[in-house]
């Protein structure tokens, strides 16, 4: 599964059998307290890849809802054929949708920075 993190615990002795039972019992639960450590600081980095992701979408979300309504008003459509409009100029100049949806902002605005309800 991707995210997952493995980890290995390797003890040696100088002589044989150089682990008693407790020994064993102990080196068991040290890795048992290991893999959960493991398990949460790779769950955190997840969540915070995750948020991070989720943030640049709506963000570029935000870019892509104005440019539709620069594009509404420029042509005096409707939010779908607006949208129609801004998906074809992405795919015939092969240029991602949220970076011809900032070039149409840019055009109508002095400050093409747009700030989103959720910007701190």
């Known amino acids: 599964m991707e995210g997952e ?3 290995a615990l390797n003890l040696y ?13 102990h080196a068991e639960a040290y890795a048992a307290q290991v893999s959960k450590a493991l ?7 997840q969540l915070t890849e995750d948020r991070k992701h989720l943030t640049t ?8 809802d104005v440019a539709v309504g620069v ?9 779908e054929s607006a949208l129609k ?9 092969n240029v991602k949708l ?13 400050d093409p920075e747009l700030l989103t309800h959720f910007d701190t």
């Open 39 to 45: 398990r949460l600081a790779v769950r955190v980095t």
């Open 57 to 64: 979408a709506m963000e570029s979300r935000t870019t892509i």
């Open 13 to 25: 002795s100088s002589r044989t059998n150089g682990f008693s039972g407790a020994d064993i019992k």
């Open 98 to 110: 949220r970076d011809v949806a900032a070039a149409v902002v840019a055009t109508v605005s002095e």
């Open 85 to 93: 409009i801004l998906k074809i100029a992405s795919s015939t100049r």
């Open 71 to 79: 594009i509404m008003a420029q042509n005096r459509c409707s939010q």
């Open 5 to 7: 993190a493995n980890a």
